[in-house]
């Protein structure tokens, strides 16, 4: 969550970068295969820190591991068929986006909940974010270039409140311990974990957006947040590097 919002306001303080005939903000990447490979690495990492979360080879640590899997491949499937009903076909990019959603959507209840719960976190953690990134790109243009709020910023809220609606003391025995504040609503029906999620979700975005908002203006006082329009214009691999990463040919 702060992620994504701190990416937001820097998205939104820098600006959208100047259109081209030849260039769309919703454009793909640049090249698909290297996107695959790094969320290929990217999902291999995130086992790690959801897993190494529990501070030890235990219970809680495979639960973390085996439940992020699945989340991350319910929200690869969900973001797949919601491409297929949408537009009739699907792409790898958005399948890609799909899983991270899975991933983030996971990561604060990963600890918490079992397996039937991480498939409906993933599937829900894809369409939230899949509606979320086309209502950013399409209606209100904002130039996120890596989704970073549409994906981390969205799915972390809605894995925040998912904690506070599937957490189970029989996937953790914490969630009933001393001090705590119990189980989740779904689990228990008790709302007081689910109220204190959404608590601290508000609070997180609310100091995320004003710690970041001053971060890059003290920035901007040493330095320009953006290149001027010419060197944009120009490219700034040409005008910074001397040399191009992409030769694009008219075909």
Not at 77 to 101: D, F, M, N, Q, Y
Not at 231 to 238: K, N, P, R, S, V
């Amino acid at each position: 969550v702060s992620a994504g919002v701190a990416g937001l306001v820097g998205a939104l303080i820098v600006g959208a970068r100047k259109e081209e005939d030849n260039y769309h903000i919703s454009s793909g990447a640049h090249s698909v295969p290297y996107t695959f490979l790094g969320a290929v690495l990217l999902f291999i990492g995130w086992l790690g820190f959801n897993a190494g979360s529990a501070g030890g080879i235990n219970e809680i640590a495979v639960n973390a591991f085996v439940v992020s899997i699945i989340s991350a491949a319910s929200g690869f499937l969900a973001w797949v068929l919601l491409e297929w009903a949408i537009h009739k076909r699907p792409t790898i990019l958005g399948s890609l986006s799909g899983l991270v959603a899975g991933l983030v959507g996971i990561t604060p209840a990963c600890g918490f909940v079992g397996i039937y719960s991480s498939i409906f976190i993933g599937a829900i953690a894809a369409i939230v974010c899949y509606m979320g990134l086309s209502f950013i790109k399409n209606k209100l243009r904002w130039d996120d270039s890596l989704d970073a709020f549409s994906l981390h910023g969205i799915g972390g809220v809605w894995g925040g409140i998912a904690t506070g609606l599937f957490a189970s003391s029989k996937v953790n025995p914490q969630a009933t311990g001393e001090g705590t504040l119990g189980e989740g609503l779904f689990i228990s029906g008790s709302y007081h974990l689910f109220l204190e999620q959404l608590f601290s979700i508000v609070v997180c975005i609310v100091f995320s957006a004003i710690v970041s908002f001053v971060i890059f203006k003290i920035i901007a006082l040493f330095t320009d947040l953006r290149v001027c329009e010419n060197i944009e214009a120009q490219g700034l691999d040409i005008a910074l590097h001397g040399e191009q990463a992409y030769t694009m040919k008219d075909h």
